[in-house]
């Protein structure tokens, strides 16, 4: 049995209003002339320009010397700094209880029985958003009896949200109490369940004459099955649940309750067949095969559906003599949808477009002094209107605009097939080193994809034949953007659509090295020192591509980062690890080197980018971090342990284009330390 309790406290940027519309009122004292310093930074009635609830675009000036003083829409991009980053705490538990049973049935045949039942809770707290509801409340403001600026709707200690003026010295007007009134908390819950029971049975064949006539060690294999039940289950809160930063500005898209529950039968057989042992130039050669049939039933929003995979492997080893192994393996797995991916509803996100070559992200949008990319054309079967391309439609600063995602009931396993083959050497002339050189080809059939959004857009923008299925993808908002509004004038969702489907097939090739030494400090004089050993494993990739779907151009990411290649992909990384065992019984002290190679932005044109200075999107550099580490072990049941990953505190290289999905931070955090980090532990095993 074991149990694991966590709990992880993550920081980002302060939220913000984002650009989204809010709406004030004209007659709002804080817009009034006299009121704020005449200091740059403070609005009045006179410069505040809106558009008024019907529809028509005008200035608040012109409303009140008319003597109306209705509601007008503006595009609020505040940034909260007043109320500081925003914090979001994780708090996980998980349990697991193992059963088993093993022994011989006879003296060539064994057997193996278990049953498993495990389980994870988590809860998300998310703080320091802001509640687009009680933003919008903040900013209808009126004047009390005493001509003090107060809440229209003064209803749960409503403050309002002075953005339009600056303080005398320059600071921010905007107070504390307004900060707390329009602050939310999202929370999130959910819940992971499994039980499996299976068993195998064991034997050697060599009795029943199953043996090589070359070989001393006759034929092993086993049988065996398997059953499992995983059910996942997430609930969100009101406010979490409300899509396109209405509830939480800082969201993306909605948290989606979510239920579901996979189920699989598998029935598997392995063979270890020596085929010729202690002969010359051929000390062992042997075959190894397995296969596997796996019946799955999935069920979710009372949708169910199933299908069954098969998936084997085999492979050769061949010995020639105690240095040298050569080594070759072909196999086909599966990886079979998850509940999310099966059963997690329509959803808004955010999604990263690339960078054109006019330093915008929407081809359609435009700039002071920067035109569109693409035509007006073009442009319309985006769903752009004449009026908005002529007037001009904003880019997203950041790159990121609205994704519509969903899940698929229909879906079925994703398939890979691998092939390696490698060779290892153990020279004798040298004890304890060991060389293994692996060359790797995996393509994945399949999977789990959709159109990338930037397919979609670029292939509904380019025209021609079969153009009318990305341009059924995409719909602009109001205002004519992809990020501005969620709402489409036409009903639904503004966004581009990228919901799952089996559409997608990955490849990818490169060689896995992996070094291995190890010496005892006496045989070098040192008596008494303890032992080293020392580990390196590196990957050096030749291609990394994808089809998005069926008939696509092939995305080629090896070296490339973001855009339609998501997390980095290097040509080169490694990990030295250096571990010396000391004189000190149970005390280990480990040194490790890790090397990140250099990306570049994915759609980035190279050689116009060396005709300017270098930007900071422009290429991912690569890091090298040192971590030190040392465990002790007190006794054979207590341990502690102590370190510290990026010693020597090297920064994370850093771009706008990371996005929110696999990035955070302006940059990788799974690939890349942000800055030093300590850590420190206790075992206790019982």
Same mark, same amino acid.
């Given at each position: ?88 705490? @994780?708090?996980?538990? =998980?349990?697991? %209880?193992? $059963? /088993?049973?093993? *022994?011989?049935?006879?003296? +060539?045949?064994?057997? &193996? ?94 009795? @029943?004459?199953?043996? =090589?006539?070359? %070989?001393? $060690? /006759?034929?092993? *294999?086993?049988?065996?099955? +398997?059953?499992?039940? &995983? ?101 086909? %797995? ?353």
């Amino acid at each position: 049995t074991s149990y694991m309790n966590n709990v992880t406290t993550a920081q980002i940027a302060e939220s913000a209003s984002f650009n989204r519309p809010f709406e004030t009122n004209c007659d709002n004292p804080l817009l009034q002339a006299g009121r704020g310093p005449s200091g740059a930074g403070s609005l009045t009635f006179a410069d505040f320009t809106g558009t008024r609830v019907d529809g028509v675009f005008t200035s608040c000036n012109d409303l009140l010397t008319a003597g109306e003083s209705p509601d007008v829409q503006f595009i609020n991009s505040h940034r909260n700094v007043e109320g500081g980053p925003r914090i979001s705490t @994780y708090e996980n538990s =998980s349990w697991r %209880a193992v $059963a /088993g049973l093993r *022994g011989d049935l006879t003296d +060539e045949f064994s057997f &193996d029985v278990y049953a498993q039942y495990s389980g994870t809770e988590g809860t998300r707290i998310s703080q320091r958003d802001l509640n687009f509801k009680r933003v919008q409340q903040a900013l209808f403001v009126v004047a009390d009896a005493n001509g003090n600026p107060v809440c229209r709707d003064a209803s749960g200690g409503c403050v309002p949200w002075n953005i339009f003026e600056r303080n005398a010295d320059g600071s921010t007007a905007v107070t504390s109490a307004a900060t707390d009134f329009i602050q939310g908390v999202g929370i999130v819950t959910g819940e992971t369940e499994q039980l499996a029971y299976g068993g195998t049975i064991e034997g050697d064949l060599t009795n @029943y004459g199953l043996q =090589s006539p070359w %070989a001393d $060690a /006759g034929v092993t *294999g086993l049988v065996g099955f +398997e059953s499992r039940t &995983d059910k996942l289950s997430r609930l969100a809160d009101d406010i979490s649940k409300i899509p396109g930063g209405r509830g939480l500005t800082g969201t993306g898209g909605a948290t989606l309750p979510i239920s579901g529950e996979i189920e699989v039968d598998e029935i598997f057989t392995e063979l270890s067949i020596p085929v010729i042992q202690g002969a010359a130039y051929a000390e062992e050669v042997g075959i190894s095969a397995g296969y596997r049939y796996s019946d799955y039933t999935t069920s979710g929003n009372n949708i169910s559906n199933s299908f069954d995979t098969d998936t084997w492997f085999a492979g050769v080893s061949w010995a020639i003599n105690d240095e040298i192994r050569v080594r070759y393996n072909e196999s086909v %797995a599966i990886r079979a949808p998850n509940v999310f991916d099966l059963y997690v509803g329509i959803n808004t996100g955010l999604v990263d477009l690339s960078t054109g070559e006019n330093g915008l992200f929407d081809p359609c949008a435009s700039a002071a002094g920067v035109a569109p990319a693409a035509s007006a054309a073009a442009c319309a079967r985006t769903g752009a209107s004449a009026a908005q391309y002529s007037a001009g439609i904003e880019d997203n600063p950041a790159g990121q605009y609205n994704l519509i995602t969903g899940g698929n009931p229909n879906l079925i396993a994703e398939s890979g097939a691998t092939t390696t083959i490698g060779v290892v050497y153990t020279p004798n002339w040298l004890t304890g080193l060991s060389v293994a050189i692996d060359y790797f080809d995996i393509e994945v059939t399949d999977a789990i994809g959709s159109i990338p959004a930037q397919s979609s857009l670029d292939g509904c923008l380019a025209g021609g034949p079969g153009s009318e299925t990305f341009c059924g993808l995409i719909q602009r908002d109001t205002a004519g953007t992809l990020w501005l509004s969620n709402d489409a004038p036409g009903g639904g969702l503004a966004g581009i659509s990228q919901q799952n489907a089996n559409i997608t097939s990955l490849s990818t090739k490169g060689i896995d090295i992996n070094v291995g030494y190890a010496m005892d400090l006496s045989d070098i004089g040192l008596d008494d020192w303890g032992s080293i050993n020392v580990d390196y494993a590196a990957t050096v990739l030749d291609t990394s591509d994808s089809v998005p779907f069926s008939g696509a151009d092939v995305i080629s990411c090896r070296d490339y980062y973001a855009g339609q290649c998501g997390l980095p992909s290097p040509q080169y990384q490694h990990r030295l690890l250096g571990t010396w065992a000391t004189p000190v019984d149970g005390l280990r002290v480990a040194l490790t080197w890790r090397h990140v190679g250099e990306t570049t932005l994915y759609g980035l044109d190279t050689a116009a980018a060396g005709a300017r200075p270098e930007q900071m999107n422009d290429y991912m550099e690569s890091r090298d971090y040192l971590d030190i580490s040392a465990n002790y072990a007190l006794t054979d049941n207590i341990s502690i342990r102590a370190g510290m990953n990026n010693a020597t505190a090297e920064d994370a290289p850093l771009s706008t284009n990371v996005g929110t999905g696999t990035g955070n931070n302006n940059t990788y955090p799974g690939l890349f330390d942000v800055n030093r980090f300590f850590f420190a532990g206790a075992t206790y095993k019982f």
